[in-house]
């Protein structure tokens, strides 16, 4: 038993972590000189602060995922909730870095704070760390879309 809670965190870290891995890159690749052009609202955190708070994140979004898994009541109908939103997770910085599409980026968090929200709400009839867990998630992503439609509104 305890191997396959082993095995399941690999995984789950794997599959999560992939959005960071994806959006590292392209944000690497992509992101100047055209980030540094544009107007920023004063809300804007230095470049620095992004890392560390998304691998915090990240590591919880793992922890959640992972602790409804090993719950009594999961489905899999969540797992497939959770995977979707991982896709939306990491198309954020392929739209906004990749393509500098702001417009396309703002809607893209709108879907995700949408799909985390009912991750938290299905996480909590299952298991209620993990919905905690997501909690700092969704604030950072509200967080995320005020700075998203400052850039909007700013350029």
């Known amino acids: 038993m305890l191997k396959n809670k082993f095995i399941s965190f690999i995984l789950f ?3 999560t972590y992939s959005a960071s ?6 944000t690497i690749n992509f992101k100047e000189p ?6 920023r609202s004063n809300f804007t955190p230095p470049d620095w602060v992004f ?5 915090t994140l990240y ?7 992972w602790f409804f898994w090993h719950s009594k009541n999961r489905d899999f109908k969540t797992v497939y909730i959770y995977l979707i939103h991982i896709f939306f997770n990491t198309t954020w910085s ?3 870095f990749g393509f500098h599409n702001i417009f396309l980026a703002l809607i893209n968090l709108i879907i995700l704070i949408f799909l985390i929200i009912i991750l938290i709400l299905r996480f909590k ?3 209620n760390v993990s919905s905690y867990l997501m909690i700092p998630y969704l604030l950072w992503t509200c967080y995320a879309l005020f700075l998203n439609i400052n850039l909007l509104i700013l350029n």
């Open 13 to 15: 870290f794997i599959i």
């Open 21 to 26: 891995f994806v959006g590292g890159l392209v």
């Open 34 to 39: 055209w980030y540094s052009g544009l107007v």
């Open 51 to 55: 890392a560390p708070v998304w691998t």
């Open 59 to 65: 590591l919880m979004m793992t922890l959640a995922i």
């Open 94 to 96: 392929v739209v906004f």
């Open 125 to 127: 009839s299952v298991n």
